[in-house]
């Protein structure tokens, strides 16, 4: 066995780590002791996060409750401590008023998204089309729900191009840890949520996917999809593969991709009233998918016909 003496750090870290595991092993010192160091932070995002919570809140989305008003109250309060516990970590004094309007928005959105999509002026097609591809099961709702609470962290302390930095975060402070556990415990499997982890990083990354301005004369379904095939990881969560000099992508994570793309757009474009918006971005999805099977999933071949 490999045994050392750790010595204590400036900020009494370990003797910290020492009294709270109280004699007891971990398997892992570092962390144990990131775990104790970010407890602040994560005491009020597991309130968020409460599968309880996420429960009740799922009842009133599909119209099983009528509790959306003290759901609200609920998650405004929880999330003012969230915020607040992380600019004390940071030793910053920015105002997150009108962060925590934003996300409260956008719970609001998402805990009545089925009636605000019934009221806006759609195209029958699309919002036939939008009906079927927003949350149809309690995993679905808990993975846009943890969306809402994470992607825009990074805003406290950057004004623009914060979505790195959000989605850093959930790693380095542990958050993912509490989202993989609460979906694992919804779907009564602890080993299932890194999937779900996955996507919701790929949707804090490219969170304002849909609102990249055109820069030159191409159509803009073909603008939006050419700069999302060029990142690596989404080009790795497609499974982006080369067969006979052809790149094909897998299509039912194509599907998955454009579904989740889709959510996070319109629930900020119902923030915004921008009903044109939501309809030109139903269409665009709808474009991609349609194509892409015309085209069995090659991605030069979905390119070139999103540009003609």
Same mark, same amino acid.
């Given at each position: ?9 400036? /900020?009494?870290? =370990? @003797? ?38 996420? !429960? ?11 509790? !959306?008003? *003290? ?17 004390? /970590?940071? !030793? ?15 719970? &609001? #959105? %998402? ?30 709702? @808990?993975?846009? =729900? ?6 825009? $962290? ?8 914060? &979505? ?6 959930? +790693? ?14 919804? *779907? *009564?499997?602890?080993? &299932? ?13 490219? *969170? ?20 999302? $095939? ?5 080009? #790795? /969560? %497609? ?11 897998? @299509?039912?994570?194509? +599907? ?8 996070? @757009? ?7 009233? #921008? ?13 991609? $998918?349609?194509?892409? #099977? ?15």
């Amino acid at each position: 066995m490999d045994w050392r003496i750790q010595p204590d750090n400036e /900020y009494s870290h =370990y @003797a910290q780590l020492y009294k709270y595991l109280g004699g007891k092993g971990v398997p892992s010192i570092q962390d144990s002791l990131k775990e104790l160091i970010y407890q602040p932070i994560l005491e009020p995002f597991r309130q968020i996060m409460s599968s309880e919570f996420i !429960s009740r809140c799922y009842l009133t989305y599909n119209g099983t409750s009528s509790d !959306s008003s *003290q759901l609200g109250s609920d998650f405004a309060q929880a999330y003012q401590l969230f915020l607040g516990e992380i600019k004390v /970590y940071l !030793s910053i004094k920015s105002d997150t008023g009108p962060m925590q309007t934003e996300a409260l928005s956008l719970f &609001n #959105n %998402l805990i009545g998204l089925h009636k605000k999509i019934d009221s806006i002026p759609l195209d029958e097609i699309a919002k036939t089309y939008l009906l079927s591809v927003i949350p149809q099961t309690e995993i679905e709702w @808990a993975t846009l =729900y943890a969306w809402v609470g994470v992607h825009k $962290l990074g805003n406290i302390q950057l004004e623009d191009s914060y &979505n790195s930095l959000s989605r850093s975060w959930i +790693e380095e402070w542990r958050l993912g840890n509490v989202i993989k556990w609460v979906i694992g415990e919804i *779907q *009564q499997s602890p080993t &299932n949520g890194g999937d779900t982890l996955f996507v919701i990083k790929l949707m804090t990354e490219f *969170q304002n996917w849909f609102s990249i301005p055109k820069v030159d004369d191409s159509p803009l379904q073909y603008t939006l999809l050419k700069r999302l $095939l060029r990142e690596p990881e989404i080009q #790795n /969560y %497609l499974r982006v593969n080369r067969f006979h000099d052809i790149l094909y992508f897998n @299509a039912e994570r194509f +599907e998955s991709l454009c579904k989740w793309l889709l959510n996070i @757009a319109v629930l900020q474009l119902l923030g915004n009233g #921008n009903h044109t918006k939501i309809n030109e971005t139903v269409k665009i999805i709808d474009n991609w $998918l349609r194509i892409s #099977n015309e085209v069995k999933y090659q991605v030069t071949a979905l390119l070139e016909k999103l540009r003609e």
